[in-house]
């Protein structure tokens, strides 16, 4: 089968030249089209690479975004856990049962280790 094909195959070939005046018109003809097929595949290959690129800078102003994102979400978590320290010791006060009072008294301390 495969020998039959490339029989025809030839034929064919001879058939187009033998009906052309001049195959030499066939011979340019072929060459415009290989001329026309690398045209479009290095145009092709082009808007490739530039979707590749394209996609690289996409990912790396993600990645910054993330990076931003990552030390926003780093500082909250360390303000959340503060809150949640202060609300505690809220609470702990409340539990002590304090009373408010006018006057704020002071003690003297005896010697300077004990101020430290």
């Known amino acids: 089968m495969q020998y039959t094909v490339a029989i025809n195959s030839s034929i064919l070939t001879r058939l187009i030249i033998k009906n052309y005046k001049q195959p ?5 003809v072929m060459f ?3 001329i026309i097929a690398l045209f ?4 092709y290959s082009i808007s490739q690479v530039n979707a590749m690129i394209s996609e690289s800078y996409r990912l790396e102003s993600q990645q910054e975004k993330i990076k931003t994102l990552a ?3 780093s500082y909250l978590e360390v303000e959340y856990s503060k809150m949640n320290n202060l609300l505690g010791q ?4 409340k539990s002590l049962s304090f009373e408010k009072t006018n006057r704020i008294y002071y003690i003297n301390t005896v010697s300077e280790m004990a101020r430290r």
């Open 24 to 28: 030499l018109l066939l011979y340019w």
């Open 40 to 43: 479009s595949l290095f145009g």
């Open 90 to 93: 809220a609470e702990a006060t």
């Open 32 to 34: 415009a089209g290989l």
């Open 71 to 73: 030390g926003d979400n």
